[in-house]
């Protein structure tokens, strides 16, 4: 800018300078032009009037033709006597002589000179006028020369001789030297006068223009805010009126185009899409941050990448973007999850149809993928849960009807394992179809206040009863140990749901301990949850398989958990129906030693003022 400014400033120096030259050269030139027309005339008629001057009168010329023709001693005499007079009474001629026809001198008016008379003339100018009768005029040096034929005085045109005037031009040289070196004093005051004049006339055209060039580069600057002043109405002052109402428009679709870009950012900010835009060579030119989180990059790394390369594919960027047609692109960017992205591309398209760039929607499709992969996963899943039970029915049966079921040893345990594996086939269709609702939202939970301690306290008392019988049964021995607390825990839950999840986690302890194993229950109350934790000292869960047994089908050890008559979906449902209940459920072992499972639910500690109204 700075380099714009400088070449301006030398440009507007040269222009103004120019002018002031120019108007000064053309007054020089005028009068100079005229000025040698007017000495050279004035120095033609100064010279045409000091030879009229000294021009001898007719009346001397005639007496000296008389005296001529005479040609005596006393003609002589006279005609000395005539030249002294006539030179006496002018005080311009320097010298006079007078000759014959045959060139003799015969009179003279310096008296020093009086030993030529009577010499014959050496003079050129003389001879010539002696013989041709014709006057003639010469300046040599500062002198005038003038000859003139002095004719017979009877009329007769005979040469009878010649009168020779020498005069001097000193005076009229002095004058026109005067009068040229007046003329050279006014031609520099009228130059001077001149220039002036031209450097006020060209400051005056050239401010307007000084004053566009600097709301020019204002303009460029960005600052619209000033305005050219308007001196005149004449061309310059038009000039500046448009250039005003163009900074005005300029400003104007400036304003346009930028609240244009800020809404397009904002737009673009605010997608939910990733958009790449790029020129037409699929050069990166745009990005937007959802662009930049999806490719966990920065704007710096990836302007003016081809956007092949930004989105690691081995296309070429012009087969991409001329191809136009959506890819599926998966991104393991560092340590992030893999993200899945579908990437479309359309062409930006000018009016004549040049293709001047492209546009990349990124959109994220990473969970509709995940639903899909695990919605296969899940169909998958229940076919082969229902495909091992329903096999192994299939042989019982066919052994029982190949004859078995006379064996009265065998037949019962036949039976006993058939109804048995019927009966998990049925829970397992059960929950499939009660996980089936909380997908679909069709199974909403049924909120009611209840003190969870107490509710916890019923449950585990049923327990208490199971214990009881299944000792009695001689089945496993555990113990059930609470710690409750006294404190009224209120919460808002759908107690049915609950219990479920509740009695999920129970069953689970003792089905995965061994006999004489300790569950110890316990419900604690932080600031704004309560915690109930079920420990138990089973099996304990491997750290890896932690994380996953919530999920459907998943056990840890596929066979035991069958045998046990695990369908693999209780944990999944009990953390659906906890989600529903804004809660959070997780699990925490070490292996061999035990499995403590946790449920959090949302409360609210009641303040006095809340108490319960007596109905
Ligand atoms: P299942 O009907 O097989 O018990 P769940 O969804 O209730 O299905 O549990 C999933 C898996 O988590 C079980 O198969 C088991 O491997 C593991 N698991 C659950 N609770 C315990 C526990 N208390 N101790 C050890 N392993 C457990």
């Not at 006539?86 to 015969?106: A, L, P, Q």
């Amino acid at each position: 800018m700075k380099k714009i400014k400088s070449k301006f400033k030398h440009l507007f120096i040269s222009i103004n300078t120019t002018l002031a030259i120019v108007f000064m050269a053309m007054i020089i030139a005028t009068i100079e032009v005229i000025g040698a027309y007017f000495t050279r005339q004035l120095e033609q008629n100064s010279i045409e009037n000091f030879q009229s001057s000294i021009q001898v009168p007719l009346i001397v010329t005639n007496q000296l033709s008389v005296q001529l023709l005479r040609d005596n001693k006393r003609a002589n005499t006279n005609l000395n006597r005539i030249v002294s007079d006539y030179s006496n009474g002018t005080n311009t001629i320097s010298e006079i002589i007078v000759v014959d026809n045959k060139d003799v001198i015969r009179a003279v008016s310096n008296l020093n000179d009086k030993s030529r008379i009577g010499q014959r003339v050496n003079n050129f100018l003389v001879k010539q006028v002696t013989s041709t009768g014709r006057e003639a005029t010469k300046v040599i040096n500062d002198h005038m020369v003038q000859v003139t034929p002095l004719t017979g005085s009877n009329g007769s045109a005979n040469t009878v001789g010649a009168i020779y005037v020498r005069a001097s031009m000193q005076g009229v040289f002095n004058n026109l030297r005067n009068i040229s070196f007046m003329f050279l004093v006014t031609s520099l005051i009228a130059a001077v006068m001149g220039a002036i004049l031209s450097l006020v006339v060209s400051h005056a055209i050239t401010k307007p223009i000084e004053e566009m060039q600097s709301q020019a580069l204002n303009i460029a600057d960005g600052d619209y805010s000033s305005q050219v002043k308007i001196y005149s109405n004449d061309e310059l002052g038009q000039l500046g009126q448009s250039f005003n109402t163009l900074s005005v428009r300029i400003e104007r679709s400036q304003e346009e185009s930028e609240s244009e870009q800020r809404r397009l950012d904002s737009v673009l900010s605010h997608m939910s899409d990733g958009v790449l835009a790029t020129d037409r060579h699929g050069n990166v030119s745009v990005v937007n941050q959802m662009a930049l989180n999806f490719l966990n990059t920065t704007k710096e790394r990836i302007i003016n990448k081809p956007i092949a390369t930004v989105l690691g594919l081995k296309e070429t960027s012009q087969d991409l973007i001329s191809g136009q047609k959506g890819i599926v692109i998966t991104l393991h960017a560092g340590t992030r999850d893999e993200v899945i992205l579908h990437a479309s591309f359309s062409l930006i398209k000018r009016v004549t149809g040049f293709v001047s760039g492209s546009v990349c929607v990124l959109h994220d499709i990473t969970e509709q993928q995940k639903n899909e992969n695990s919605q296969k996963q899940f169909v998958s899943n229940v076919s082969h849960e229902l495909r091992t039970p329903l096999t192994s029915l299939h042989a019982y049966i066919e052994t029982l009807n190949e004859g078995a079921w006379k064996d009265p040893q065998v037949a019962p345990q036949f039976l006993q394992v058939t109804q048995e594996e019927t009966e998990r086939m049925i829970r397992m269709i059960n929950e499939l179809l009660s996980l089936s609702r909380m997908d679909r939202g069709v199974s909403k939970v049924d909120l009611e206040w209840v003190n969870f301690n107490d509710f916890v306290a019923h449950i585990l008392d049923r327990f208490d009863m199971i214990v009881k019988t299944d000792e009695k049964e001689g089945k496993k021995k555990y113990t059930i140990k609470r710690k409750l607390g006294t404190q009224a825990l209120w919460v808002e839950i759908d107690t049915d749901k609950m219990a479920q999840v509740i009695d999920n986690i129970m069953n689970n302890a003792i089905k995965y301990s061994p006999d004489g194993g300790v569950i110890k229950v316990r419900l604690q109350q932080e600031q704004s949850r309560i915690i109930l934790s079920i420990a138990d000292q089973g099996l304990g869960i491997p750290r890896e398989d932690l994380g996953k047994i919530f999920d459907r089908f998943y056990r840890v050890d596929k066979a035991r958990a069958r045998a046990q008559g695990g369908t693999g979906l209780g944990l999944a449902i009990a953390k659906e129906i906890v989600d529903a209940h804004h809660g959070q459920i997780w699990a925490d072992s070490s292996e061999s030693k035990g499995s403590i499972f946790y449920i959090a639910l949302p409360y609210e500690p009641m303040s006095e003022g809340d108490d319960w109204d007596e109905v």
